[in-house]
């Protein structure tokens, strides 16, 4: 076999492998309507052990738990936050759950952000709705099937992830500090959460 012939072959099957994953994660259209009516539950810790990840040293700050449409994922493989935290989930619940408001909204992710842009002059839903409703979450698995699990969410999907939102400090004094708030905008708004359970409603 020629390396012509040779190099030809690997690039359909790496062409076939992408398809494939393509496909396994294609976006999920729900019906119309607020699929997720309820806010996040969070409850302050007076004291819980820390957990460590590698090079990191994660300190809980509160037991999560929500459930929530995923509007977008981005996975992350070389930044300075890969290691610990593969994946980005932006999510929606209560209005920022309904394919009626979500169809005025172009929604992104990227280096780290969560954005909408509207499409049309006039929002579907004030301002403060969006806000209070939506949140980008830095996912940490606990382990390697949490991992596994999340690897295999797509956008539409409702998601019900328990577990805790911490602060990270690295071995190299880099430290990480997660939002504690729905409210918040801007850097240091996401959410990070130490993600003990997933599951696909």
């Known amino acids: 076999m020629s390396w012509r012939s040779l190099l030809f072959i690997t690039l359909v099957v790496a062409g076939l492998w992408q398809a494939y994953g393509d496909w396994q ?7 119309d ?16 052990p820390v957990t460590v990840l590698g090079r990191w040293r994660l300190t809980p700050r509160a037991r999560y738990d929500i459930t929530a449409r995923i509007l977008s994922r981005e996975d992350y ?13 932006a999510l929606g619940w209560g209005p920022m759950s309904d ?13 780290r952000f969560y954005t909408w842009t509207p499409r049309k002059q ?5 301002v403060k709705e969006v806000i209070e409703h939506s949140a980008n979450t830095h996912v940490i698995p606990a382990d390697a099937s949490i991992g596994h699990e999340l690897k295999r969410l797509r956008v539409g999907q409702v998601v019900h992830l328990t577990g805790f939102l911490v602060d990270g400090a690295r ?9 504690l708030t729905r409210s918040d905008t801007g850097a240091g708004a996401c959410e990070i959460l130490l993600v003990q359970q997933v599951k696909v409603w």
Do not use: K, Y
């Open 77 to 89: 493989s070389f930044d300075a936050l890969s290691d610990l935290i593969p994946e980005d989930l």
């Open 171 to 179: 071995d190299d004094e880099a430290f990480i500090r997660t939002s």
């Open 99 to 111: 394919n009626r408001i979500l169809q005025d909204f172009e929604i992104a992710q990227g280096a």
């Open 122 to 126: 006039t929002l579907p839903i004030p």
């Open 25 to 31: 994660l294609r976006a999920v259209h729900p019906a």
């Open 33 to 48: 309507g607020q699929i997720v009516p309820d806010d996040p539950i969070q409850t302050d810790l007076q004291q819980a």
